[in-house]
């Protein structure tokens, strides 16, 4: 998966990564100034994942930052993502 993805959507992707909890309050506009992007290049990455848009995108953060936090793995949405 992630061989497919451009330096400046690895870029997000890790952003993302690292700050789930913040990803989820933000709107797209405002992650794409946080990582220095345009909100489009933000809704191709979404959809190279396989979401249909940012919003759908958002709520599986959540969800899995969710699971991490009540375990003892917090790499979970790493592994989701990367496999």
Known sequence: MRKNLTNNELR????????PADV???????????V??????ISKLVKKLGFNNFQEFKV??????????NSQHHNAFVSEYIQ
């Open 12 to 19: 997000v992707y890790k952003f993302c990564q690292e700050n």
């Open 60 to 69: 599986n953060i959540r969800d899995v930052f969710s699971r991490s936090q």
């Open 36 to 41: 220095y992007t345009t909100a489009p290049s």
């Open 24 to 34: 989820y309050k933000m709107k797209i506009h405002e992650l794409a100034d946080r």
